[in-house]
């Protein structure tokens, strides 16, 4: 990798240029244990937000038809991809065989006891296990963390100090808000609560899925960049 200053060339962009939340933004110096969190929706918003991976900006997807809100912080961890590797993981955590990347970053859900409002943000998120969430057959999983220093739930060490009564909330929201009454229905399941370790895995081979899929991105910039002067 080329450097300037013992920066990388496309990272000095962020000092001209707002970071593409995906592409732009670390997964965490201190991942996967913690990770940076973008996130797109908040527990108030009636409108399905997602990002517009061309532009990097928020975008409305849909208007929630029904009183379907977020119980948590929703988002994605940025430099991450879920393709062949994550795939092989749920496969094999699964025991099928059918299951493919959904081709998206990998989700997570930040709880907090913060009344926070505004999404579009980074979120230093504390990673403790996680939803094996399965989508027509594609590997859809959902990290569970919670707002690092928060006050309430930073004792938590793993997802079996989660109240069952908020895991179920979580389980209910995903196995519904795609549902919309007249149309076909998602074939969603969840197959199982991971702890950690296995949350940590699903991180790396995001990672990994992520860097195989844009391996060439900061080599064209560069190559944009030197082209400019």
């Known amino acids: 990798m080329k450097k300037k200053n013992n ?3 496309w990272s000095l962009m962020g000092l001209l240029f707002r970071a593409h939340p995906w592409h732009g933004v670390d997964t965490g110096e201190d991942a ?8 797109e929706m908040v527990p108030t918003d009636t409108v399905k937000y997602e990002l517009d991976k061309a532009t990097g900006l928020l975008k409305i ?3 929630q038809r029904f009183s379907s809100m977020p119980p948590m ?20 955590k699964t025991g ?17 006891e913060r009344p926070i409002s505004k999404s579009n943000i980074l979120v230093p998120a504390v990673v403790i296990g996680g939803l094996r969430m399965i989508d027509n057959n594609e590997a859809d999983d959902k990290i569970v963390a919670y707002l690092k220093n928060d006050a309430l739930f930073r004792k938590w060490e793993d997802i079996t100090d989660v109240p069952e009564e908020l895991i179920e909330r979580l389980k209910h929201y995903f196995l519904t808000y795609k549902d919309i009454p007249g149309s076909e229905k998602h074939r969603t399941e969840i197959t199982g609560i991971y702890n950690k370790e296995e949350a940590y895995e699903v991180i790396r081979r995001g990672r990994k899925d992520y860097d195989q899929k844009f391996s060439g991105i900061e080599e064209l910039l560069n190559e944009a960049l030197r082209k400019m002067h």
């Open 7 to 9: 920066e990388p060339v």
């Open 32 to 39: 996967p244990e913690i990770v940076n969190a973008y996130i």
């Open 61 to 63: 997807d849909r208007p």
């Open 73 to 92: 912080l929703y988002g994605f961890i940025p430099q991450t991809y879920s393709d062949k590797y994550s795939a092989e993981y749920c496969n094999k």
């Open 96 to 112: 099928r065989t059918d299951i493919i990347g959904d081709g998206d970053p990998v989700d997570i859900c930040v709880l907090t």
